[in-house]
């Protein structure tokens, strides 16, 4: 269906596509939002009297006669404020308080403090674990659950595939013993921690992700066999593991509030009663924080002194990579009293605009996934890179932007699949596969009423085959198009987004511009879609001669995207020939070379070099030495690729056309065929050639992990072998042991013939 009505090599996932509509969904919420402007003042001041005489302190100003001052929190993402309670300040109010103030005497008008205690996280789960390593080490998921395989199959770490967060009772006693040793026996609670899943759809088969052993190995005695990422995650996990079982941190949270007239603001020329709040935490216990302190998702709503909106995935971050708000510092107030006199050292007005809610991360994602509880761990990363693959969501940062094909994709299973992209019939459905996993559903009964539908639901009302029935009925121009506004329209082509708007003059042709790719969704403004038609190449633009043909080369913006080409002298034709004639003539003379442009490359600004390169492709890479056949590195519809007679293999990269080798060719030939659009990744390592198939020897990441290979003998490495380590000589000796095992011949099936039933014997005829 989406290959008829979107584009083809699309796929729609029951997870996936509900995980490109969140980020589908976060985008329009992007797109929509109408920024608010709002002014606050903070205020330096300090104790007059007590112990702490002379001791400074900020306080953010809070109420107006009894009024509170508005924060970003209390602006719709329309730019209205939710509330008539709060009052905006703007800069010409928030500057007059700030002089009306000056020389104004304050006092502590309240004084509140309470008790300060914060719990451990849990162990690792397969999600949490994605989530934290995204946050603090900037890993992408597929990279974490690559890294963890690792440390698990060399057997650093326990089995990184769990929904549990339950530790075994050896591991209880390795991370109480070793929290203990490190830091003393006061950070150990008197009884072991025990965490429960939270998800209850979890799968507990295995323990929490841990550092392996009934004896925990801390990063410096493992920092001598592993480094890099390994080191890094394995490091994110002890810590994560001893802190599980180590004593709460404690301490106290003081508020104050300060109060004072601010003469001339008041109705009729009063004065206005103004409050300034602030709040300080002091740790007196760190506990647990003195191993680990988890991470946290962007804060839409902190007050992020870089300016940054959340677009890229990041905000002002602790260094962990969790957001911190300006207010979350922890600080210690001065000891105060009710009554008593602060001085205020220096005011200032501070000027804010609201923020966007943020573009979800992985860690976020994976989060939105788990709460609604959609999907497995042991699936997360898979989606991931899934809908990256396809082309719905590419990373910006830490941040994952949709693509105008995602936009269509969600539109079209919104508007006429809506209960397949419906998350709590996602979440139903996970449930319905483990009941019907477990034996307690019927599998012929359930797949029964999801096709054909029995009236008695929304999801079973009508079923699949009635949706698939009425495809002939999906408008596949409407569904790829996206108002813009002013009448522009963004439509999704079969060679990528492009604008089309009214005609420059009535009854002209509509104006056309592409997108470039680097365009996020919410920035594609009016303005923005105006600028670019303005922007655009009418007609040919003129690169320069080709020195070896003398001949013109143009750049062009086609029905199928931009593209170069020569222009050729018209063909002399004798005008006495007969129509059909003249038609094969011009069908026998030379074609302009033509080529598209690549992917990186814009109309604007291409050079003559840039398409004499284009324009030398297909190039002739060498001869197939067994074949005698030419293999060329051209570009294709769905990419760069190799061709030798019938049998194409796809390529890495575009740059990899005009500079991939014969040897490097042989190489990828000599891999297994994969599937369309499953790029030919390069070796982790090269290691020469092997003597006895006179092949190169390289290492590459499998699905099933590392592996090394000749091209025609494949041998995975041992657990004791990493890529990085293992030598020429290993992998000399692991294919030879692999070509001496014999392969296990099958004996041949026997079919015994049919027994054949004797006809049956017809009655015959009655005589007449």
Same mark, same amino acid.
């Given at each position: 269906?989406?290959?008829?009505k979107?584009?083809?090599?699309?796929?729609?996932?029951r997870?996936?596509?509900?995980?490109t509509?969140?980020?589908?969904?976060?985008?329009?919420?992007?797109?929509?939002f109408c920024?608010?402007d709002?002014?606050?003042?903070?205020?330096?001041?300090?104790a007059?009297?007590?112990?702490?005489?002379?001791?400074s302190?900020?306080?953010?100003l809070t109420?107006?006669?009894g009024?509170?001052?508005a924060?970003?929190?209390?602006?719709?993402d329309?730019?209205?404020?939710r509330?008539?309670?709060?009052?905006q300040?703007?800069e010409?109010?928030?500057?007059a308080?700030?002089?009306?103030?000056?020389?104004?005497?304050?006092?502590?008008?309240?004084?509140?403090t309470?008790?300060?205690?914060?719990?451990?996280?849990?162990?690792?789960?397969?999600?949490?674990?994605q989530?934290e390593a995204?946050r603090?080490?900037?890993?992408?998921?597929?990279?974490?659950?690559?890294?963890?395989q690792?440390?698990y199959?060399?057997?650093?770490?326990t089995?990184?595939r769990?929904?549990?967060?339950v530790?075994?009772?050896?591991?209880?006693?390795?991370? +109480?013993?070793?929290a203990a040793?490190l830091?003393?026996?006061e950070?150990?609670?008197?009884?072991?921690?025990?965490?429960a899943?939270k998800?209850?759809?979890?799968?507990?088969?295995?323990?929490?992700? +841990?550092p392996?052993?009934?004896?925990f190995?801390t990063?410096?005695?493992?920092?001598?066999?592993?480094?890099?990422?390994?080191?890094?995650?394995?490091?994110?996990?002890?810590?994560?593991?001893?802190?599980?079982?180590?004593a709460?941190?404690?301490?106290?949270t003081?508020?104050?509030?300060?109060?004072?007239?601010?003469?001339?603001?008041?109705?009729?020329?009063?004065?206005?009663?103004?409050?300034?709040?602030?709040?300080g935490?002091?740790?007196?216990?760190?506990?647990f924080?003195?191993?680990?302190?988890?991470g946290?998702d962007?804060?839409?709503?902190?007050?992020?002194a870089?300016?940054?909106?959340?677009?890229?995935?990041?905000?002002?971050?602790?260094?962990?990579?969790?957001a911190?708000d300006?207010?979350?510092?922890?600080?210690?107030?001065?000891?105060?009293?009710?009554?008593?006199?602060?001085?205020?050292r220096g005011?200032?007005?501070?000027?804010?605009?609201?923020?966007?809610?943020?573009r979800?991360?992985?860690?976020?994602?994976i989060?939105?996934l788990e709460?609604?509880?959609?999907?497995r761990?042991?699936?997360?990363?898979?989606?991931?890179?899934?809908?990256?693959?396809?082309?719905?969501?590419?990373?910006?940062?830490?941040?994952?932007?949709p693509?105008?094909?995602?936009?269509a994709?969600?539109r079209?299973l919104?508007?006429h699949?809506?209960?397949?992209?419906?998350?709590?019939?996602?979440?139903?459905?996970?449930?319905?596969?483990d009941?019907?996993?477990a034996?307690?559903?019927?599998?012929?009964?359930?797949l029964?009423?999801?096709?054909?539908g029995?009236?008695?639901?929304?999801?079973e009302?009508?079923?699949?085959?009635?949706?698939?029935?009425?495809?002939?009925?999906i408008?596949? +121009?409407?569904?790829?198009?996206?108002?813009?506004?002013?009448?522009?329209t963004?439509?999704?082509?079969?060679y990528?987004?492009?604008?089309?708007?009214?005609?420059?003059?009535?009854g002209?042709?509509?104006?056309?511009?592409?997108?470039?790719?680097?365009l996020a969704p919410?920035?594609?403004?009016v303005a923005?879609?105006l600028?670019?038609?303005?922007?655009?190449?009418?007609?040919?633009l003129?690169?320069?001669?080709?020195?070896?043909?003398?001949?013109?080369?143009?750049?062009?913006?086609?029905?199928?995207?931009?593209?170069?080409?020569?222009?050729?002298p018209?063909?002399?034709?004798?005008?006495?020939?007969?129509?059909?004639?003249k038609?094969k003539?011009?069908?026998?003379?030379?074609?302009?070379?033509?080529?598209?442009?690549?992917?990186?490359?814009q109309?604007?600004t291409i050079?003559?070099?840039?398409a004499?390169?284009?324009l030398?492709?297909?190039?002739?890479?060498?001869?197939?030495?067994?074949?005698?056949?030419?293999?060329t590195?051209?570009?294709?519809?769905?990419?760069p690729y190799?061709?030798?007679?019938?049998?194409?293999r796809?390529?890495?990269?575009?740059?990899?056309?005009?500079?991939?080798?014969?040897?490097?060719?042989?190489?990828?030939?000599a891999?297994?065929?994969?599937g369309?659009?499953?790029?030919?990744?390069p070796?982790?390592?090269?290691?020469?050639v092997?003597?006895?198939?006179e092949?190169?020897?390289?290492?590459k990441?499998?699905?099933?992990?590392?592996?090394?290979t000749?091209g025609?003998?494949?041998r995975?490495?041992?657990?004791?072998?990493?890529?990085?380590?293992?030598?020429?000589?290993?992998?000399?000796?692991?294919?030879a042991?692999?070509?001496?095992?014999?392969?296990?011949?099958?004996?041949?099936?026997?079919?015994k013939?049919?027994? +054949?039933?004797?006809?049956?014997k017809?009655?015959?005829?009655a005589k007449?």
């Open positions: 269906m989406l290959w008829r979107v584009r083809q090599g699309l796929s729609a996932g997870v996936q596509s509900v995980a509509r969140l980020v589908v969904e976060r985008e329009r919420e992007r797109m929509a920024a608010a709002y002014w606050d003042v903070v205020g330096e001041f300090a007059v009297v007590g112990p702490d005489a002379g001791e302190f900020r306080a953010r109420s107006l006669d009024r509170r001052v924060s970003g929190r209390d602006f719709d329309r730019g209205q404020l509330s008539g309670d709060a009052v300040l703007d010409a109010s928030a500057g308080l700030v002089a009306a103030l000056d020389g104004a005497d304050v006092t502590v008008r309240s004084l509140e309470k008790p300060y205690t914060r719990r451990p996280a849990a162990p690792f789960t397969t999600s949490t674990l989530q995204s603090k080490l900037r890993f992408g998921s597929r990279q974490t659950m690559r890294t963890a690792t440390l199959e060399n057997g650093y770490i089995y990184m769990t929904d549990s967060p530790l075994s009772t050896q591991a209880i006693d390795a991370a +109480r013993r070793q040793e830091y003393g026996p950070y150990v609670p008197d009884a072991p921690r025990v965490y899943a998800n209850k759809g979890a799968q507990e088969a295995h323990e929490a992700i +841990r392996a052993g009934d004896a190995r990063p410096a005695e493992v920092s001598r066999e592993i480094s890099g990422d390994q080191f890094r995650l394995y490091e994110l996990i002890w810590k994560r593991t001893v802190a599980s079982q180590m709460d941190s404690r301490g106290s003081a508020s104050v509030r300060l109060g004072a007239l601010a003469p001339g603001l008041g109705a009729g020329g009063s004065a206005q009663d103004v409050v300034f709040s602030a709040s935490t002091v740790i007196t216990f760190r506990g924080m003195a191993a680990y302190e988890e946290r962007v804060d839409r709503y902190a007050d992020r870089d300016g940054t909106d959340g677009a890229d995935g990041t905000s002002g971050t602790d260094g962990a990579g969790g911190k300006k207010d979350d510092v922890q600080s210690r107030l001065p000891q105060l009293a009710e009554g008593d006199a602060v001085d205020p005011l200032e007005s501070d000027g804010h605009r609201t923020s966007p809610p943020p979800f991360t992985e860690a976020s994602l989060k939105a709460e609604r509880g959609i999907g761990p042991s699936t997360y990363a898979a989606t991931i890179s899934v809908i990256q693959d396809r082309g719905y969501v590419t990373s910006r940062g830490q941040a994952l932007v693509s105008w094909l995602a936009f994709v969600t079209l919104e508007e699949f809506d209960w397949l992209v419906d998350y709590d019939f996602t979440a139903e459905m996970e449930n319905d596969l009941a019907i996993a034996g307690d559903k019927e599998r012929v009964a359930w029964t009423r999801f096709y054909f029995d009236g008695t639901g929304r999801t009302g009508e079923g699949l085959r009635h949706l698939v029935d009425d495809l002939g009925e408008d596949a +121009r409407e569904v790829n198009s996206i108002p813009i506004g002013d009448g522009i963004l439509r999704v082509g079969r990528g987004p492009y604008l089309e708007g009214p005609p420059e003059v009535e002209g042709e509509p104006r056309r511009a592409s997108v470039p790719e680097d919410d920035e594609l403004t923005k879609a600028e670019l038609f303005e922007t655009q190449v009418d007609g040919d003129v690169l320069g001669e080709d020195p070896s043909t003398a001949t013109s080369i143009v750049a062009r913006s086609g029905r199928f995207g931009p593209y170069v080409t020569e222009l050729l018209e063909p002399e034709i004798d005008p006495g020939l007969s129509a059909a004639a038609k003539a011009l069908a026998a003379a030379p074609k302009p070379r033509t080529a598209s442009l690549l992917k990186s490359m109309l604007q050079t003559l070099d840039d004499l390169r284009l030398s492709l297909p190039r002739v890479v060498g001869l197939d030495p067994e074949s005698g056949e030419p293999i590195a051209q570009n294709g519809r769905y990419g190799l061709k030798k007679g019938t049998d194409s796809t390529l890495a990269s575009e740059e990899a056309m005009f500079d991939v080798t014969l040897e490097e060719a042989l190489a990828i030939y891999q297994p065929k994969r369309r659009g499953t790029a030919t990744t070796p982790l390592r090269e290691l020469g092997d003597p006895t198939s092949r190169p020897i390289v290492v990441e499998g699905r099933f992990g590392a592996y090394v000749d025609e003998t494949n995975t490495l041992p657990r004791d072998v990493t890529p990085e380590s293992i030598t020429p000589e290993q992998a000399i000796e692991l294919l042991e692999k070509r001496a095992q014999a392969p296990t011949k099958k004996k041949p099936t026997v079919r013939p049919a027994a +054949r039933k004797p006809a049956a017809k009655p015959a005829a007449r």
